[in-house]
């Protein structure tokens, strides 16, 4: 498998697109913009565009993310709860 169709691939076993709109959620409710927060994190603005959207991180990025939400960074595994946390 190639490296975009691996990154294009679905992943059953993680919600992502929760995760990016719990993502959104918790920016918009502090009252940030993405490049505000990108830069807070020291993360590319495209990088965090894309977890907004819902796409596949890469396991330094999304833990950084986690601990930002305050959320734990098992919790988006398919199969756990879906609401109550990251906001």
Same mark, same amino acid.
């Given at each position: 498998?190639?490296?975009?169709?691996? %990154?294009?691939?679905?992943? &059953?076993?993680?919600?992502? +697109? !929760?995760?990016?709109?719990?993502? +959104?959620?918790?920016?918009?409710?502090?009252? *940030?913009?993405?490049?505000?927060? %990108? +830069?807070?994190?020291?993360?590319?603005? %495209?990088?965090?565009? +894309? %977890?907004?959207?819902?796409?596949?991180?890469?396991?330094?990025? *999304?833990?950084?993310?986690?601990?930002?939400?305050?959320?734990? &960074?098992?919790? *988006?595994?398919?199969?756990? !709860?879906?609401?109550? !946390?990251?906001?």
């Amino acid at each position: 498998m190639a490296m975009g169709d691996l %990154a294009r691939a679905k992943h &059953p076993l993680f919600r992502w +697109r !929760q995760f990016g709109s719990d993502l +959104r959620r918790k920016r918009r409710k502090l009252g *940030y913009g993405q490049r505000e927060t %990108a +830069r807070t994190l020291k993360i590319h603005a %495209a990088t965090w565009c +894309r %977890a907004e959207h819902g796409k596949p991180l890469t396991v330094p990025i *999304y833990l950084k993310i986690c601990a930002w939400m305050e959320v734990d &960074p098992f919790f *988006y595994r398919s199969g756990q !709860q879906t609401t109550g !946390q990251g906001e």
